[in-house]
């Protein structure tokens, strides 16, 4: 039998329950409606249980029904620190059925269902795919998300398909004409040399996911015909402000992700602000009284389930007051 591993992005339905409030069944039920897959995938899919928690920051992955504690906390930060700032890339990738999967070891392309059409090529060309308008689901590999020895590559792809699948997906329907800036600002830069013999180079869609890597300091060292030396946020900044602005745009928070291969404890104290784009700018830490304030209804019901000390990336800084976190 596959070891199939799966996991739809509850997240981001969490996140939709969030920003509009919705109550926790209403928001179960919408996500039962939504997420009907047709034919082979409806099939493939009924097989695994879904266990999707609308209530507070977690993303379920499913193995057949054996979850893979390191896999969901990896992979559902990335989820989160890039999809934290802005409602209306959650509300575009939500009514757009975004959604991601992770193939185990023993798995390849084809058994995907979603990607099961695709010639047999591609079992071998690729450990994930970016999510696009027509196939809205981003994939990465079990190998990758941990840092497995096993793993070919020597840098975060899921990563960079995920941010594919955000820009395909979530930037072109909700971003009026950030397209054609993007468009632009990539002719610029060939133009005028920059990314010359990189992966960036090649196309605009390449172009955005590499630099999101360096802006999420997550980018592998010099590879000649692959990557430069610019691999951080603030070298992204210098070399290419006009790509950085474009993919701050997309991630105002400026959050940050836990390199795949450092010690994973270190993402439950990893600060994370949300909705930035808006009037609601998430923080961290301790503030003045005046300005402490819970920014969800269900923040005290959420503290008393003992969510502040399970889940502090989120609670901390957007249920502050439930969470004791006030000053003065």
């Given amino acids: 039998m596959s070891s199939s591993i799966v996991f739809w992005i509850s997240l981001l339905l969490s996140l939709y329950s969030l920003t509009t409030g919705s109550p926790l069944w209403d928001a179960e039920n919408e996500i039962e ?39 969901d906390v990896t992979s559902s930060q990335v989820c989160q620190m890039t999809s ?29 269902p979603e990607h099961s059409f695709l010639p ?18 981003s994939t990465g590999a079990e190998e990758n998300v ?48 920059l990314w010359q013999n990189t992966y960036a180079d090649d196309t605009v869609d390449e172009y955005f996911a ?15 015909g692959i990557h430069n030396d610019i691999d951080t946020r ?3 900044a210098a070399y290419d402000p006009t790509l950085y602005n474009l993919i701050r745009e997309a991630f105002p928070c400026m959050n940050n992700i836990v390199d795949r ?14 909705n930035c784009a808006g009037t609601n700018t998430g923080g961290s830490g301790g503030r003045p009284g005046n300005q402490c304030e819970d920014r969800n209804q269900f923040c005290p019901s959420w503290a008393t389930r003992g969510e502040c000390q399970r889940n502090p990336a989120y ?11 006030c000053q003065g």
């Fill in 261 to 274: 291969c450092q010690n994973q404890g270190q993402i439950s104290s990893q600060p994370l602000r949300m």
């Fill in 146 to 193: 941990l840092c497995l020895r096993s793993d070919g590559y020597r840098e975060d792809i899921f990563l960079h398909e995920f941010a594919h699948g955000i820009h395909k997906i979530a930037l072109t329907t909700a971003v009026a004409g950030f397209n054609s800036r993007l468009t632009n600002a990539y002719n610029s830069a060939r133009r005028r040399g």
């Fill in 120 to 137: 047999p090529f591609w079992n071998t060309r690729a450990r994930g795919l970016g999510g696009t308008l027509q196939i809205p689901v």
């Fill in 33 to 71: 409606n939504r997420l009907e897959l047709e034919n082979f995938e409806a099939r493939f899919y009924s097989q695994l249980e879904k266990q999707i928690q609308t209530a507070h920051w977690k993303s379920e992955e499913i193995d057949r029904g054996r979850l893979m504690n390191n896999r």
């Fill in 210 to 224: 590499e630099g999101v890597q360096s802006f999420f300091n997550v980018e592998s060292p010099p590879v000649f």
């Fill in 84 to 112: 934290a700032d802005r409602p209306d890339l959650r509300q575009a990738m939500y009514a757009k059925y975004g959604r991601v999967a992770i193939m185990a070891t023993n798995e390849v392309t084809q058994n995907i």
């Fill in 234 to 236: 603030e070298e992204l």
């Fill in 315 to 325: 609670m901390l800084p957007n249920c502050p007051l439930s969470c004791n976190q």
